[in-house]
């Protein structure tokens, strides 16, 4: 039987996306790591997300990776084998050893891990359908908002962020260098924050008033398409999700 | 039994704070019609559909009522559509419809004709006229002789605002005409989305002299923000260019170019920048504090320098927004709805101001549903289809 990526229920991507996250977390080596991060990009490229995940990859998660590898490579305590050394002041002794560099790869590989399994959960998974899928699992309300919202934060923010910018280009504020344009960034945090904060009162307001917090069954207009193979699929997914959990902890 | 139609003249605070009391049950549709777009949401169909989710019976009689307010207030074309990706105009008739599906027994509205075109307007006052509930709305603008019609009683909310001597001011500015030539325009896509190359606007030639006034006209979503962004060198337009005088707009530095053109957008609150609004007014390449000065009084500003810009009323923070834009001495002064929500008082303030910038050789570009606001400026009218 053919499954096209269109055909997925968002429930499943999330199970999906979740399941991997305690693969990320338990310890293993690091072929494995590579290994696991390979079929986790294949999973997103199935979903047609490669390029978002390009993106977050380069803004987010990445760099993130790549700073906890610098740092082990160089300050790994109880090396053997070391390649270079640099002390510039008594307390300062960066050396870049063998087992700092496989240490930091392991640490960088295991960040993308866990970076690749939350976009698969949430990266084909659009806001509505986050709110449909934690809606039919009988989640609070309120915890549907809030995890619904900080999906869509880099939608929202980056909404903000383009009107504070406007704003400053209208206003004639420098911007021809980085460094200027790093000023502007750094000024307009305070703007950005009562920006978002006036807004999201306000929001809250209108949404308390359309029933937010309101028990009762909700009906959705959308309907998302569902079968038995990705119900049992969810099922066996989300039982090995648990027991990579347990097995983490006992281990 | 004929149910209340209460219009209040102002921002209503207090009438609204009454109308809870009496009524608890009562929705209230805010004044700034983002903040009234849920986030939630995909499309503008499930965004409408957000408030009778616990309500509706099943799927198909939601369907129902989501489109049959839609029709009325003819936004159908907009129900496939990203709700954070529409013009203030559509962003307004979709929180109108979102609070109209609720079908509630009493509403409060602020200022709900707010940037709506003369059509929308009309459907929006017939959706206001068929609703069988309590309803109050507030308008701080002028009133129309349709919205009062339409109320069965009127509150007149009473202004503490007096007009102060209004200061003659001698404007800085280098008189020079404003020429667009053969733009082709770009559907403006969200930072966050993929761009469409689409063309919104193609072949739009316009040269208007120094002391004249132009007057952006057309229905909601029909791009007058965006075309008075493109002439302001904010946003990059496919093909052609605008020229200041002999100046490309385009190929001006970010901080000269607020002297050849300056933009103030349609919500005021977007364009706050600093904590005080003496700061606000010499924020960016402003002509220095005693302009600023100037201008402050000028606009009626002056007693609230010291304030923060985001305590002001919706009107006094758009008189400031057009302040702020003068501050620079453009050429061109370039204003996306100036009157949407000014007092009728302020509403007097600005037109003095905006004839006295143009008598002195300023031209002045203006994206604005406003016919009284564009006869009393004497703006020769384009429209965009």
């Known amino acids: 039987?053919?499954?096209d990526r269109f055909s997925i229920n968002p429930k499943t991507w999330l199970v999906l996306g979740l399941s991997a996250?305690?693969?990320?977390?338990?310890?293993?080596?690091?072929g494995a790591r590579a290994v696991l991060l390979l079929l986790l990009i294949c999973v997103v490229a199935w979903s047609g997300k490669l390029h978002a995940y390009g993106r977050y990859v380069l803004l987010g998660v990445g760099p993130v990776a790549v700073t906890a590898f610098c740092i082990q490579a160089v300050s790994f305590v109880g090396a053997q084998t070391i390649y270079a050394q640099w002390t510039p002041t008594s307390f300062l002794n960066f050396r870049l050893s063998k087992e700092g560099i496989l240490y930091g790869a392991t640490l960088g590989l295991q960040i993308l891990n866990f970076g690749t399994a939350c976009a698969i959960a949430f990266l084909p998974v659009s806001a509505g359908e986050l709110r449909w899928a934690l809606t039919d699992w009988k989640?609070?309300?309120?915890?549907?908002?809030?995890l619904v919202t900080s999906m869509n934060a880099p939608v929202l923010l980056s909404r903000y962020v383009g009107l504070v910018r406007e704003s400053q280009v209208r206003r004639g504020l420098d911007d021809s260098t980085v460094f200027s344009r790093s000023k502007l960034a750094l000024t307009s945090i305070g703007t950005l924050i009562n920006l978002i904060l006036l807004e999201h009162e306000d929001r809250a307001q209108s949404l308390e008033q359309r029933g937010l917090d309101r028990p009762g069954e909700r009906v959705f207009l959308r309907t998302?398409?569902?079968t038995q193979l990705q119900r049992v699929l969810r099922w066996i997914v989300g039982a090995c999700g648990i027991c990579t959990c347990i097995w983490g902890i006992l281990a | 039994m004929r149910h209340r139609k209460v219009l209040v003249l102002g921002e209503g605070q207090d009438a609204r704070a009454e109308f809870l009391a009496e009524h608890p049950e009562a929705l209230v549709l805010q004044a700034n019609p983002y903040a009234n777009i849920s986030g939630l949401a995909d499309t503008v169909e499930d965004e409408i559909a957000y408030g009778?989710?616990?309500t509706a019976s099943n799927r198909d009689a939601m369907r129902q009522s989501v489109h049959e307010v839609s029709e009325k207030l003819g936004i159908t074309y907009l129900l496939g559509k990203h709700p954070l990706g529409l013009s203030g105009g559509q962003t307004q008739l979709v929180a109108l419809a979102g609070i109209f599906t609720i079908k509630s027994t009493a509403l409060f509205l602020e200022n709900p004709l707010v940037g709506l075109d003369?059509?929308?307007r009309q459907r929006a006052l017939a959706l206001m006229e068929q609703y069988r509930g309590e309803l109050m709305w507030s308008n701080p603008a002028r009133v129309g002789e349709d919205e009062r019609a339409l109320a069965t009683s009127i509150v007149e909310e009473v202004f503490e605002h007096v007009l102060a001597d209004q200061q003659s001011i001698k404007w800085r500015l280098a008189p020079a005409a404003l020429v667009a030539e053969n733009l082709e325009v770009p559907v403006p896509s969200a930072r966050w989305s993929k761009r469409t190359g689409q063309t919104l606007l193609s072949g739009v030639t316009l040269e208007v002299a120094p002391g004249e006034s132009l007057a952006l006209t057309g229905a909601n979503g029909s791009g007058k923000s965006t075309l008075l962004?493109?002439?302001?060198?904010?946003?990059?337009p496919k093909s052609g260019r605008v020229r200041v005088g002999e100046q490309d707009v385009a190929r001006t530095k970010t901080k000269r170019r607020p002297q050849l053109i300056s933009l103030a957008t349609q919500q005021p609150r977007y364009q706050i920048l600093t904590t005080s609004v003496e700061r606000e007014i010499t924020a960016g390449a402003s002509e220095?504090?005693?302009?600023?000065?100037q201008l402050l009084q000028s606009f009626d500003l002056e007693s609230s320098a010291a304030e923060n810009p985001y305590d002001l009323s919706n009107s006094a923070q758009q008189l400031l927004a057009v302040a702020c834009a003068l501050a620079s001495a453009p050429s061109v002064l370039a204003l996306d709805e100036p009157s949407a929500s000014l007092s009728p008082q302020d509403y007097q303030t600005l037109v003095g101001l905006l004839n006295s910038f143009t008598q002195a050789g300023g031209v002045l570009v203006v994206a604005s549903h406003d016919e009284e606001l564009i006869r009393d400026i004497n703006a020769r009218v384009f429209t965009l289809t």
């Not at chain 1, 996250?21 to 690091?30: E, F, Q, T």
């Not at chain 2, 220095?288 to 000065?293: A, F, I, P, S, V």
């Open chain 1, 1 to 3: 039987m053919r499954i």
């Open chain 1, 21 to 30: 996250v305690p693969l990320a977390l338990i310890s293993l080596d690091i």
């Open chain 1, 139 to 146: 989640l609070p309300s309120r915890l549907i908002y809030l």
């Open chain 1, 224 to 226: 998302y398409p569902d």
């Open chain 2, 52 to 54: 009778v989710e616990l």
């Open chain 2, 118 to 120: 003369a059509s929308a």
């Open chain 2, 229 to 236: 962004k493109t002439l302001a060198g904010i946003a990059k």
């Open chain 2, 288 to 293: 220095g504090k005693d302009y600023g000065r």
